[in-house]
């Protein structure tokens, strides 16, 4: 391990700690929070009872759904959006300003017009990502050099194939970047959508649980959610290294 | 030399872009051009004249907007034709294949077996003193032997026409003459026409049977020199007297022109 790596794992340990020790001398009352070990041990017995595994299962796959439609919508739009400058240019205002919107304000429009099924909220999670998927491929197209696209018509590549043989593997660790993003805001989107707009996953248990002071239910669910979400993440950005490492980059 | 006997002929060639304030920029051209084949052709111009441009038309990248061009007695407008090669200045390796797939890559289109595809991409790579780098990435490598993987990914397809754009603009003066000494070799090996452009006169007096001398924008044709040097040579040919004869004619057509270029022109 190295010294920084050392020093980010003790300082996420003496937050853990401090926690620990506020919740032992009474700083913190325990129907706010339960202290770090009793959540893990709550986390635990969740898992083993299995209690929460149709909720937990319910929000994983519609978040997978959701950034798996992500990242293909994002990615064949970016692709496409890359050859129409003029529809490109229509659409940027659109891209810059998106998440400056409070999607979550329209909530009751939201269960007007879409009820409470899987389907909204895997929209609202896919509404959510697909923008970062789609504004970071275009800033990974834009840097494809001129002379690899010259070099691959000399070999005779058709427009499709110079876009997915040379240009999207070039954009690729821009892609990642997305693909890191929209990991992150289709989970906000789908946790947010069962919050206010479902009767079952982890948004939903995590919001129930609240309402009825269950502590033992509520921190060890948000520990697992925060544990998924940091995974995957981890996960892309060592890919994305591994890629960039390989331009030296 | 009849249009019909040559390997590359241009007829007429003009080339004009729209212009940023709306009009017409008239780039190159009219050019007429035959290459026997087999021949080692070079153009030297001064900046901006069109030289690039040309290798383009000829590559089938973009179409001429007036006249033709002809290889091997078929048409070229603006269609990639099977059986040319192109090596630019600006580094064309794919980063995110290795040096053995970045050559791989050039039999994309080729009809041959994997098995003798496997083999032939192994021969090449051998042949530019790359195999030790076959499984290497392009950011591993210096600027010239990136420039090998180029003009292996390149020769692997084994081109009867080679376009070389600078390929060794970005390069240092002795790398410079070492590669020259190397497409020589793979010039007499492949038996291929080779068409060069460079913007460096000792470059192209080295390397070329013949040389045709560009103006200013647009590009046209003012002057063509017969080198005669033997088939087989190397760089060792600049100590001979007639190498400095040969750049002299070059910059006596050339020094006018590329005064025009910077606005010295009298």
């Given amino acids: ?249 | 030399m009849s249009q019909a006997s040559a390997h590359v002929s241009l007829r007429g060639v003009t080339k004009t872009f729209p212009s940023a304030a709306g009009g017409e920029l008239h780039a190159l051209g009219p050019v007429d051009l035959d290459l026997r084949r087999g021949e080692f052709l070079a153009v030297v111009g001064p900046s901006g004249c069109g030289k690039s441009t040309l290798l383009e038309l000829i590559a089938g990248l973009s179409p001429p907007t007036a006249g033709t061009i002809e290889f091997e007695g078929r048409r070229i407008a603006g269609d990639i034709p099977d059986g040319i090669g192109v090596v630019f200045q600006e580094d064309a390796c794919f980063p995110w294949l290795s040096v053995e797939a970045n050559v791989a890559f050039g039999l994309r289109k080729s009809a041959i077996e994997p098995a003798a595809k496997t083999k032939r991409v192994r021969e090449v790579i051998e042949l530019m003193g790359l195999t030790d780098f076959a499984k290497s990435y392009p950011a591993q490598l210096s600027g010239g032997m990136r420039q090998r993987v180029c003009i292996a990914r390149t020769l692997v397809k084994e081109p009867r026409l080679i376009l070389l754009d600078e390929p060794f603009g970005a390069l240092d003066q002795q790398t410079r003459l070492l590669m020259g000494d190397e497409v020589l070799k793979l010039w007499r090996q492949t038996g291929a026409t080779v068409f060069l452009i460079t913007h460096a006169l000792d470059e192209a007096a080295m390397l070329a049977d013949r040389i045709a001398v560009m103006s200013a924008r647009p590009g046209r044709l003012i002057d063509a020199v017969e080198t005669n040097w033997p088939r087989e040579r190397d760089s060792r040919i600049v100590e001979r007297p007639e190498f400095g004869v040969i750049t002299a004619r070059l910059w006596k057509s050339l020094r006018e022109e590329s005064l025009k270029t910077i606005g010295r022109a009298k």
């Fill in chain 1, 1 to 249: 391990m190295t010294r920084v790596a050392l020093y980010r794992v003790l300082v996420i340990l003496a937050a853990v700690l401090l926690l620990e020790l506020l919740c032992a001398i009474g700083v913190i009352d325990r129907i706010t929070m339960q202290p770090p070990h009793l959540i893990l041990r709550d986390l635990g017995r969740i898992l083993i009872s299995g209690k929460q595994n149709a909720a937990i299962l319910k929000t994983m796959t519609n978040a997978s759904i959701a950034f798996s439609l992500a990242l293909l919508v994002g990615i064949a739009t970016a692709a496409v959006l890359h050859g129409y400058r003029a529809l490109r240019e229509t659409l940027d205002p659109l891209f810059a300003t998106y998440y400056a919107i409070p999607v979550f304000a329209f909530y009751p429009l939201l269960i007007v017009l879409f009820g409470l099924g899987d389907a909204p909220q895997i929209g609202i999670g896919f509404m959510l990502g697909v923008v970062a998927v789609i504004v970071n491929t275009l800033n990974g197209l834009d840097r494809v050099p001129r002379v690899l696209r010259k070099a691959a018509l000399i070999e005779r590549l058709g427009a499709a194939e110079v876009a997915l043989k040379v240009a999207l593997p070039y954009a690729a660790p821009y892609v990642l970047t997305g693909a890191k993003f929209a990991v992150a805001y289709t989970l906000i989107g789908i946790i947010g959508a069962e919050f206010i707009m479902s009767r079952g996953g982890m948004g939903y248990e995590i919001s129930f649980a609240y309402n009825n002071f269950d502590n033992a239910t509520m921190y060890p669910l948000i520990v697992l959610i925060l544990a998924v979400s940091i995974s995957i993440n981890t996960a892309l950005s060592w890919w994305e290294k591994r890629l960039l490492a390989r331009r030296g980059l």
